[in-house]
């Protein structure tokens, strides 16, 4: 069954809360630059003894000379962090380089960001269309080494098809009836998981609802069916 991950980009007393609030879910909890930049090692330790059952995905896309990645490989496998993203683009060498140190972490790679299209391909000179792009990175990240991939709701299945199976871990979700945010292709957590998601990453329509409880069970009950 495919899982639940809540990203926890709020301030630290929400983030806190929410985890207590959700304590008794089989969930992810994400964090990333907003909680672990002022944090670190404070707001894993805590999450993880408040919710000792839930795994914790650090979302920093690592992405620099093969040496300094491993470094934070190797530091955020020391943490007892379960999932940690790279970029990619940092190129097989750097993906090895981190996969050899990754212990009981799964490294996962971000290809394309959602937040750049074509205009940003043609700025740095690459010709291929975007899809054939996102497959090219996609290919050296599992072949350097990485356990699964963030792609969105409308790669995943493309990707599955000419990779083969692979961890995917999908952002951009929406349960019916929530606002798309500044999403700009999202799919319900049905849609996703029928398409081949692995993980649904969902944020806001979990943290700003007024019961992240009743939005966490819907969700569960429907990727559960
Ligand atoms: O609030 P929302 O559900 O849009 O949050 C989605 C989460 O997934 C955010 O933490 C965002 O940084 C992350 N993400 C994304 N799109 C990507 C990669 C990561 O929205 N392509």
Redesign the pocket.
Known sequence: MAKLCV?L?TDYEKAINLVEELKEYPLIF?V?YKLFIPYGREVVETIKRISPKAELFL?LKLHDIPNTVRNGVRGASQLGVDYLTLHTLGGKEMIETAAGVKGNTNVLG?TL???HDGGYLEEIGVSLPKEEFILRLAKIGLEGGCDGL?C?AHEVEFLKERLGDFLAVV????PAGFSK???KRVATPREAVERGADIL???????EAPNPKEVVEQILEEISK
């Open positions: 990203a980009d994400k990333g979302d971000v960001l959602t937040s963030v969105s952002p951009g979700i929406r945010g500044d999403q990453v969902v944020g806001r329509p979990i943290v």
